[in-house]
């Protein structure tokens, strides 16, 4: 299992970024994606997360109306497209996945996630 998260970069607060999490080694629509991240000094929080089952996507409040979770089944991947950034979104963002059933609220949990990809830096200067 290997998950590969790209796009991070430095943005102007306001800009837009759109992160990629290409996953092998597994089906890619047999499995829920999240999109975590982890500030300097902070926890890691759940970002999005995209379930397989019916492709329902949910969203911390704070990127609610920002953010917005895809799934691409052809190209493996998985987006994190990003927009009106601000600098309190600023971290490394990291994608993972999971084998074993979660309940939505289990999922918003990072200790849950046994697989992850090595994170990509997305810093938002103000």
């Known amino acids: 299992v290997q998950l590969q998260a790209s796009g991070g970069g430095l943005v102007q607060s306001g800009g837009s970024l759109r992160l990629s999490c290409v996953a092998s080694g597994f089906s890619l629509d047999h499995y829920p994606i999240g999109w975590f991240r982890q500030a300097p000094g902070k926890e890691r929080e759940g970002v999005a997360i995209?379930?397989?089952?019916?492709?329902?996507?949910y969203y911390v409040d704070s990127v609610k109306g920002r953010f917005s979770i895809s799934r691409d089944n052809a190209k493996r991947t998985v987006h994190l497209q990003m927009n009106s950034l601000k600098s309190e979104d600023t971290a490394v963002y990291y994608c993972a996945t999971d084998f074993e059933p979660m309940t939505l609220a289990n999922m918003w949990n990072p200790w849950r996630w046994d697989y992850w990809g090595q994170g990509t830096l997305v810093t938002v200067s103000s």
């Open positions: 995209i379930k397989s089952s019916d492709g329902s996507t």
